[in-house]
């Protein structure tokens, strides 16, 4: 059974400041990794891919892959209330991505 | 109409009710996918269609039946259903060569079973 972890937090930031999201995974064959965030009420929408170890930036937004680590995170910089979401790590499989149970963010103005 | 479409938005069945959800994608992908969401819980795959042919079930109940007549068009078809198969039903679509660009999904479906 893949599995995907992530703290479900709620985890809170202050405007401005970085937030960290966090996800280790189990399958060491894995090589595709996105985050999505989800809105109350709405779907999920994709934000960030990463393929290789590193950093990879769009924005406000590094994902960060460590594969010997299996571990992959989200930062986003200079955190806005609109940020306010559910971000979920999903991971590659066969036929089918795996999906984390989500981290709460709240961005506090 | 862009992107992937799921209607009806709501819906509440009682348990003897037959019903389906509809999912409609206008990406040119050919793969699809039915997810299940439910509360503090991953996203559950359910179903996955790969060129309109069905590539895995994920163990689920046969109350829950899957239709891909084309590669644009999925359906759930729902009967005698449970009341902890209330949820999110979420449908995703993708290119089935290239999964590892991520999935786009329609707004989803929330069932709620009385």
């Known amino acids: 059974q893949k599995e995907v972890e992530q703290n479900s937090g709620p985890l809170s930031v202050p405007e401005g400041a970085i937030a960290s999201l966090n996800c280790t995974y189990s399958?060491?064959?894995?090589?595709?990794f996105f985050w999505y965030r989800q809105y109350s009420g709405k779907s999920p929408e994709l934000i960030m891919s990463?393929?290789?170890?590193g950093d990879k930036e769009d924005g406000r937004f590094t994902a960060q892959l460590n594969k010997a680590s299996q571990y992959v995170s989200l930062l986003i910089r200079d955190s806005q209330p609109s940020d306010s979401a559910t971000y979920l790590c999903?991971?590659?499989?066969?036929?089918?991505?795996?999906f984390g149970t989500g981290t709460r963010l709240t961005v506090i103005p | 109409e862009t992107g992937v479409t799921q209607t009806p938005r709501h819906l509440v069945m009682g348990m003897t009710n037959k019903k389906s959800l509809k999912c409609e994608q206008h990406?040119?992908?050919?793969?699809m996918y039915w997810y299940k969401q439910s509360a503090k819980k991953p996203l559950e795959l359910m179903f996955v269609?790969?060129?309109?042919?069905?590539?895995e079930n994920n163990s689920v109940p046969s109350r829950f039946s899957p239709e891909c007549p084309n590669s644009s068009h999925l359906f759930l078809h729902l009967h005698t259903l449970q009341p902890e198969d209330s949820a999110l039903y979420l449908c995703?679509?993708?290119?089935?060569?290239?999964?590892?660009?991520?999935?786009?999904f329609g707004s989803g479906t929330r069932l709620t079973v009385v």
């Open positions: 995703a679509s993708s290119y089935s060569d290239r999964a590892n660009y991520g999935y786009t």
């Open positions: 399958d060491r064959g894995s090589q595709s």
């Open positions: 990463i393929y290789s170890n």
């Open positions: 999903a991971v590659e499989g066969a036929n089918n991505l795996f």
């Open positions: 990406l040119g992908h050919n793969a």
């Open positions: 269609y790969s060129l309109e042919e069905r590539v």
